[in-house]
């Protein structure tokens, strides 16, 4: 008589940061730290960019653009709280294409900055 093996699904494995990750603010998490910059929309120094956008019901919120090949995933925002999102971009500057991706209950909106 043959057996057959079942496979048993796995549970995902939770990894908790360490507590030097937590004093540094560098999880591996791919959630940035949110901006330091004061502003709001795309705020442009250096070569670089700063984003900002008040969504207050998002999940989540990533930027995407001519900067990064309009990527959905490579540059999501961090939550600020009170319903702000921000980022510092490398590479993003002034006359870039973008939008933000706001993410609700499931679904992906796409809106441009207000």
């Known amino acids: 008589m043959l057996e057959t093996m ?7 494995r939770l990894v908790l940061p360490s ?3 937590l004093r540094t603010g560098r999880t591996g998490s791919r959630l940035p730290r949110p ?3 004061p502003g709001m929309g795309a705020i442009p120094y250096r ?8 969504v207050p019901h998002a999940d989540a919120v990533n ?4 900067f990064n090949k309009w990527s959905r995933t490579r540059h999501p925002l961090a939550p600020e709280g009170n ?10 500057k ?4 973008y ?4 993410e609700r209950n499931g679904k992906t909106h796409t809106r441009t900055d207000p």
Request: no cysteine; proline share 5%; hydrophobic share 30%.
């Open 94 to 97: 002034p006359g870039d294409e």
């Open 99 to 102: 939008k933000y991706l706001i």
């Open 6 to 12: 079942t496979k048993t699904k796995r549970r995902p």
């Open 47 to 54: 070569g670089n960019t700063t984003f900002r956008v008040w």
């Open 19 to 21: 507590l030097r990750e």
């Open 35 to 37: 901006s330091t910059r």
């Open 63 to 66: 930027v995407v653009g001519t």
């Open 83 to 92: 319903g702000y999102w921000s980022a510092d971009v490398r590479g993003a």
